[in-house]
């Protein structure tokens, strides 16, 4: 029993993902209602992993027929688009979002690294220059 979908084209993709969509801004808006509150570093891991889930959801709709069960297996550990790196680096390589985004995520990336792997304080603040090169002030 094969659970297959319909894969779309990129063209379609852009256009349902395009910058200022409602379906975009409902996704700000969630990362706005999940952070609101929050501390810095709790933020920007649930920033982070949000968006991670997005890219992940951004993927599947664009890779060609599979079933269901192969797809899942991809982005389960230790599956080739298990982390956050390898779900940016798909979506550049698919032409989904352009270099300055792919940058920008990496960014995040290693700020979400920064917060989950560290016993240090974290604020943002701190980290003027990463939200200066990532467009977020």
Request: proline content about 1%; some cysteine; overall charge neutral.
């Amino acid at each position: 029993n094969m659970n297959t979908k319909k894969s779309i084209s990129k063209e379609e993709f852009i256009f349902k993902y395009r910058l200022g969509s409602d379906r975009n801004k409902k996704f700000l808006d969630e990362i706005l209602n999940n952070t609101n509150g929050e501390t810095d570093r709790g933020s920007v891991i649930i920033a982070t992993s949000l968006i991670e889930d997005f890219l992940a959801e951004c993927i599947k709709e664009i890779l060609p027929f599979s079933s269901n069960t192969k797809i899942n297996k991809l982005f389960k550990y230790p599956g080739i688009l298990s982390s956050f790196s390898s779900k940016i680096e798909m979506t550049y390589c698919f032409g989904l979002f352009d270099h300055n985004i792919s940058t920008s995520l990496h960014i995040l990336r290693d700020m979400r690294n920064e917060c989950a792997h560290s016993v240090n304080s974290f604020d943002l603040s701190s980290n003027t220059q990463k939200l200066i090169e990532i467009n977020i002030i």
